[in-house]
């Protein structure tokens, strides 16, 4: 797997950022240089902790919450004020250039996979866009004498994560559904057999989507995923449970085939064959994300029989 241009572990990467809150890792091109317009990050926050509120300019953002719950509020376009809970096997989507944050309204860790519609995010912590401007700045903008801000934290660099005194207060609208909000595992599986199903979160379910979808996959110990590519979308998985390998084909004759575990990721690019086998003893799940709002994909059994045996 090492020599492998299409994975990565992130089992063996340490967290870029580290707070009393939380911590997050992330993988872009910079440090798996294969990736195109797709990105993973997983974040962690601690009980009491929580994602500042914070804005990506050049991507949009689907988030799976694989443990834990959280408080997640957007602040959009038009000041539209979205306030909504997540709980493991639910997701939130938000748009580019969106104010949003998250936090742990739990008693033990929540975990995050998030997905990014370009291969090197870029983000604004409120703290940072705030702390680079001048008090007197600041004083003219909220109507207060610019001493005001004297004792404000003054730094470009983001908190990124921080720790709240007291739990958060959950309102009880945050219970209602909410359109950037969708529970992928409770859905009926539209692909389902014997050996395995895919969940999706896509734009035909979820309209709010752009750019950006994702299946939850789980195939059984004894199943595979039969040799398929994606006309027009990249993929990027991430393993949650059991082992798996996958062969890929690469222009110019070249066939790459590794195993991946629990923390592994991997990124095939656009309309390259790929399959996916378990080689474990329980049934593998899979978190695999698209650069497009809707998938397509073309399997091997049915572009065969589309042409005569000659």
Known sequence: MANSPHVFSLRNLRAQVVRPGGSRTAIDASIFPILRGLSLYRAVLTPLGFREPHWHPNANELTYCVSGEALVTIFSNGSFH??????????????????????????????????????RPEDFGMSAAVGCMSNNVLGNTFGLPGQA???????????????????????????????????????????????????????????????????????????????????????????LDGRARM??????????????????????????PHHIENIGTDEIRFLIFFDRGNTEDIGYTGGLRAYSPH
């Open 82 to 119: 979205d306030t909504f809970t997540v709980r493991a096997g639910e997701m939130f989507f938000v748009p580019s250039g969106y104010l949003h944050h998250f936090e742990n309204t739990g008693a033990t860790e929540a975990e995050f996979i998030i997905a990014f519609s370009h291969e």
């Open 247 to 272: 062969t890929v084909l690469s222009p110019g004759a070249k066939v790459d085939t590794y195993e991946l575990a629990p923390g592994d990721m991997y990124f095939i690019p656009r309309a390259y």
């Open 149 to 239: 801000f004297e004792g404000l934290r003054k730094s470009p660099e983001p908190v990124v994560f921080g720790l709240r005194e007291q739990p958060a207060l959950v309102p009880f609208h945050a219970r209602f559904p909410n359109q950037h909000k969708f529970a992928v595992e409770t859905m009926a599986p539209p692909i389902a057999t014997s050996d395995g199903l895919a969940r999706t979160a896509k734009k035909a379910f979820w309209p709010i989507l752009e750019d950006i979808s994702m299946f939850s996959l789980r195939i059984s110990d004894q199943g595979m995923r039969e040799p398929h590519w994606h006309p027009r979308t990249a993929e990027m998985g991430y393993v």
